[in-house]
């Protein structure tokens, strides 16, 4: 069996730790390097948890392997670790949790790279383009079934039955989404919808299952769940903002990539709310074949414009500070100042 | 909520029936009719519990209700029920799992269907084209989950494990055929590879547990998951000869339809075989934009010729022998004639 590299350092941590050093942010740099010295065992164990790619594997594990071993944030199986920490600790049981956590993560990365036709997903070529359309949806499903067939075997009671209600909110939200595509009168309530069901579920099966495993009771565990839910809606705010005024280069990510998927963004859909002037530019801008460059700039300052750009940055920060307020009814820890520091960094994360 | 059409009688049955009445098979048309005697209940209880389409469903629940509502032979919730029947019989929980069933082999179908770009389907067009791949990726993916959240609900020691392992088994098999795709050099072992996987492996699953929920014991239940092997098998292959022989009015398929998503079925395979210049002409059947009808003849007289398509029904005829000959372990009654019935049908249907 060959294994994957071991990233030397959570990469979130690693390129939030940069940014912090230089930036206005010295408080949050020193609170991410606890934060990494609390977890990088957990997270050395989480990547050796993941499924190994065997060299005369199926074109199906290569394709999942492309995606795994090309690292990410790892926020889901982190969570899982922290609020595991809340309890008895980071077990072998918590591990394949954080795993499952993971490998649901990259199954719907997978199908929702064939969806959009996406071509580069961190930093690489996506698994669709590297083996094809078929393979990476056959891979999805295979994390899929990894996924439960571990959360399964942990034995965690309740956390089975949960993540397959997780599941369906996940589904139900890209359907909403994919019904949603394109259309420019998409409002903030649908938006929300799509953001729980799609990003803020797993998170908060995440916390749930995390704290369970770590014996915590089942109603500190709905708290964590409640943390969760609006690290996730922080977390999707937050990488809607960076689809419009995110550094290309550090995003690895063309502005306006979302909107060009028929994805309708937080800021996006305010600022035509407040100018509906912007809606031809917008509508440009997605059927373009290769949209002009002068057309975005143009959009992108009429939607600054409008001051949304802001106020999703509010709405995520806004969310943020719930999740860490429902930390509050926990005593003080090392894992929960950790899990605030998670929230602090999400929202000021440049990648 | 809005119930689906419930068929009359059970669809494969109905049209078999209709045939063996009319042919060479008199006696096989009469056991049919004690079949759908002891099973009408049990399949109407089938169709009662798959999931129903509501009005306002959203569009990946639509497009899963449309593959569902189209019937379809309903032959692995019959292996459920039958199953069942050899032990204490087919209650609530063995309808649950006769559903599942039906619903991984759904959610497959529409996976299938984007993957093949299929246009038709039990006689309508394919969910990917009325709701898009999109939806239909998400379609399979929620059929899944419900047929997991059913059988871990149901609560029969070891279903939910084998069943990992056999969608594991589907999956590998689904990635084999993509890699073997228009390879006209495929060995008869790899298409067996990919018939138990993709197959076979259901039919197994089927009969375990349908018989482990009727409380029969161990042994005598893989004893039934070997006739459930052997008769996915024997499906398998008369499904492969229909592509080639089959007539197109009844099976609404037309010829070389396998072929044309290079898929290589088992005669196919023999013929190439036994008469390397038959490659060529294949080779432009499949790569041809409208493939000529006279080359599909001239095709299907040199693969006649070789004596393959007999080949195939006899090792479909081979195995549906095989699956009887495993029931004669068990005591005389009702459901094991009923299962050698469903063993000779299976290579007799027209469709």
Redesign the interface.
């Known amino acids: 069996m060959l294994s994957q590299p071991l990233s030397p350092e959570p990469p979130l941590l690693g390129r939030l730790q940069t940014l912090c050093r230089g930036a206005e942010l010295p408080g949050l740099a020193a609170r991410l390097g606890e934060l990494a010295d609390l977890v990088a065992a957990d997270l050395v164990a989480v990547e050796r948890g993941l499924p190994r790619t065997r060299p005369e594997a199926?074109?199906?594990?290569r394709s999942a392997g492309h995606l795994l071993s090309l690292g990410g944030k790892r926020l889901r199986p982190m969570c899982v670790a922290l609020a595991a920490r809340l309890g008895t600790g980071f077990d072998a049981r918590a591990a394949e949790l954080a795993v499952a956590a993971e490998l649901i993560h990259a199954a719907t990365l997978l199908?929702d790279d064939?969806?959009d036709l996406g071509e580069s997903r961190r930093g690489a070529p996506t698994s669709r383009l590297l083996f094809?359309?078929?393979?990476s949806?056959?891979a999805?499903?295979?994390l899929?079934?990894d996924a439960?067939?571990r959360v399964?075997n942990a034995g965690v009671e309740g956390l089975?039955?949960r993540l397959?209600d997780v599941?369906?909110q996940m589904?139900?939200a890209?359907?909403?989404q994919?019904?949603r595509r394109g259309r420019l009168d998409t409002t903030a309530a649908q938006w929300m919808a799509i953001a729980e069901g799609k990003t803020a579920a797993l998170f908060r099966w995440a916390m749930y299952a995390g704290a369970r495993s770590g014996g915590v009771d089942p109603g500190t565990a709905e708290v964590l769940e409640r943390f969760g839910a609006d690290l996730g809606v922080a977390f999707q705010a937050t990488d809607d903002v960076l689809d419009l005024a995110g550094d290309p280069q550090r995003t690895g990510k063309a502005l306006f990539t979302d909107l060009r998927e028929g994805k309708l963004t937080y800021p996006l859909i305010l600022s035509l709310e407040r100018d509906p002037a912007l809606a031809p530019l917008v509508a440009d801008i997605v059927s373009a074949e290769v949209p002009d460059a002068a057309a975005c700039l143009d959009a992108l300052r009429r939607i600054e414009a409008t001051g949304s750009l802001e106020d999703a940055r509010r709405l995520a920060h806004r969310h943020a500070g719930r999740a860490k307020a429902a930390l509050l009814a926990l005593p003080p820890s090392a894992a929960r100042e950790a899990l605030e520091t998670v929230a602090d960094a999400t929202v000021h994360r440049p990648v």
């Open positions: 199926s074109a199906v594990e199908h064939v969806v094809g359309n078929a393979v949806i056959f999805g499903d295979w899929l079934v439960l067939r399964r089975l039955e397959f599941l369906d589904i139900l890209e359907s909403l994919l019904e």
